[in-house]
């Protein structure tokens, strides 16, 4: 592999395996790369280990054997690293873990004045440019809990951006959503798939992968059954768990 | 710390609506004036059958004097000022001993959680009193330090002891998705403790963090064991000079509550005004 075929890969994961305490393998030997600006969306049916593998990206979970290297940077117990890695990827989880003490521009504004060291009418400009972005900067000083569902997950999206991340990862981000909030949040992330952001998906919403995602991962007891273009996957799938799976979701 | 979005209505006000919202002012007052006059009656029988004289009469000069026209500390405020120095001082180092044992207890590290786990199992299981004379005529000794220097460090790693639990609980008791957020912004564990974590444990405590302190407070009067002359060493030597036992203590009782009773009414207060909405 030459040194500028590398460069396309924004993230590297090689034989990455993961087991819980107690004996259950959540990754088995995981492989996959990840191209910059890709949209890729990871499914799969639950216990399947799409969050496990998405956690391990940004070291949230700790791989027991493979590499990961993001951006040129390996995940390994160099604590430089970790953190290094952590600024440039950013991630959104399905129950938002926003911060419930601080205002909506607060939980933005953290991460620019602790880790980018920037000053905080530097940041709040930020801030309040991104929550513009996400729909929501008239409900910039409420608080966590005088937001709604939706305005929460785009709360916590503008706050992983406003670290400027190069990978931005979703673990099921919609999925503890009411159905009429879903779709102000897949907008947001649709808009942010178009202006090129490289994004790592795991998500159930098949009309959101059909429109966006470059590359569709299928995975199932830890192990990816089967990937492909979103065409490949929806009209063309070879296996049957994956037929199987899409027929129970669609 | 700012607050939540709220009508603008003054403290007062509020203060007022919640102590007038008795079902009915009179029926309360009735109850509590008769309360207080069976006190009273029970007090001068028991002591009418003791034989006992009250001299209340002679007390107010022992809390304040008159001096050359200007007003002067008696003896009792100057012991209570002492108190609030001790338990202000043994306070703030608590603190920080409960907060570093708390987080020692979290971390990793194996020969710090030992450590730990024995200092709070020597410190709890033993009786303050044993300590204070230990820390006094022990390790004051042979470390260098003072009566006030000991009787402040023998308060300080009682107190840290209980504080580092309570600290301790209230960490723990975050959801660890505030953990995680955190860490993949990239921020450091002590940025994360400090912006994050911190903020809304030491809220959640609040409550039992005011008993400590109320405790702490309370156990100070054990500093008079090493002729500290706190509140307590000067009612007791007050009482020994005019046998004024009864109205010395039970001055001194009061004292301790007009301290401690504002004190936990102020943070109820605050328990309610920072309380995180869910």
């Known amino acids: 592999m030459n040194e500028k075929e590398l460069g396309d890969y924004i993230i590297t994961i090689d034989n990455v395996s993961k087991t819980f305490p107690g004996g259950i393998q959540a990754v088995k030997d995981f492989t996959a790369k990840i191209r ?4 890729v969306v ?3 049916p639950s216990g399947s280990g799409k969050s496990t593998l998405l956690r391990c990206l940004n070291g949230l979970e700790e791989a027991d054997s493979g590499t990961i290297i993001v951006d040129g940077i390996p995940l390994d117990d160099n604590r430089e690293h970790r953190l290094e890695i952590r600024k440039e990827v950013g991630m959104v989880f399905q129950s938002f873990n926003l ?10 504004n953290l991460a620019q004045i602790r880790v980018r060291k920037k000053r905080k009418s530097e940041a709040t400009k930020m801030s309040m440019e991104l929550l513009r972005t996400v729909g929501i900067a008239d409900k910039a000083d409420n608080y966590p809990a005088q937001l709604s569902g939706g305005q929460q997950q785009r709360v916590a999206i503008a706050r992983a951006l406003a670290m400027m991340p190069k990978v931005m990862l979703f673990d099921e981000p919609t999925s503890a959503l009411d159905p009429e909030m879903i779709n102000e949040v897949l907008d947001v992330m649709k808009d942010l798939a178009r202006e090129g952001m490289t994004m790592v998906v795991v998500t159930h919403e098949m009309g959101f992968a059909r429109e966006v995602s470059d590359w569709v991962i299928f995975m199932d007891d830890g192990q990816i059954v089967e990937t492909g273009t979103v065409e490949h996957f929806f009209e063309n799938p070879q296996e049957d768990r994956t037929k199987l799976f899409l027929s129970q979701i669609l | ?3 939540h979005i709220r009508p603008k209505v003054s403290i007062f006000h509020r203060l007022k609506q919640r102590v007038f919202l008795f079902r009915s002012p009179w029926k309360d007052t009735i109850q509590f004036i008769l309360l207080i006059a069976v006190i009273v009656w029970l007090m001068s029988l028991s002591t009418s059958r003791l034989g006992y004289y009250w001299q209340w009469y002679r007390i107010p000069r022992y809390l304040f004097r008159i001096e050359e026209g200007r007003l002067v500390a008696g003896k ?10 001790i338990s202000g001082v043994s306070l703030v180092l608590a603190f920080a001993i409960g907060l570093g044992t708390a987080l020692v207890r979290l971390s990793g590290s194996f020969m710090g959680r030992i450590l730990t786990r024995g200092y709070l199992e020597v410190i709890r299981n033993t009786p303050l009193v044993v300590q204070i004379y230990l820390v006094y005529f022990v390790v004051g000794p042979i470390i260098g330090l003072g009566r006030f220097a000991s009787a402040v460090m023998a308060l300080a790693l009682f107190e840290g002891s209980y504080l580092s639990e309570i600290l301790r609980a209230g960490i723990v008791s975050l959801h660890k998705g505030q953990w995680e957020a955190a860490h993949s912004l990239g921020l450091s564990t002590f940025d994360t403790y400090r912006d994050v974590i911190l903020p809304q444990a030491i809220r959640r405590i609040l409550p039992p963090l005011t008993s400590e302190v109320i405790t702490l407070i309370k156990n100070s009067a054990l500093v008079s064991l090493v002729s500290l002359s706190d509140l307590a060493l000067q009612a007791r030597v007050i009482a020994a ?5 009864f109205e010395v203590w039970f001055a001194t009782a009061a004292i301790y509550l007009v301290v401690t009773v504002p004190l936990s009414t102020v943070v109820y207060y605050m328990e309610k005004r920072f309380k995180i909405l869910t």
């Open chain 1, 42 to 44: 990871i499914m799969g």
């Open chain 2, 1 to 3: 710390m700012k607050g």
């Open chain 2, 241 to 245: 000079d005019t046998f004024l036992t």
């Open chain 1, 99 to 108: 911060f419930p003490h601080l205002t909506a521009l607060e939980n933005v």
């Open chain 2, 76 to 85: 009792l405020i100057q012991g209570l000022l002492f108190t609030f120095r």
């Open chain 1, 36 to 39: 910059r600006q890709q949209v």
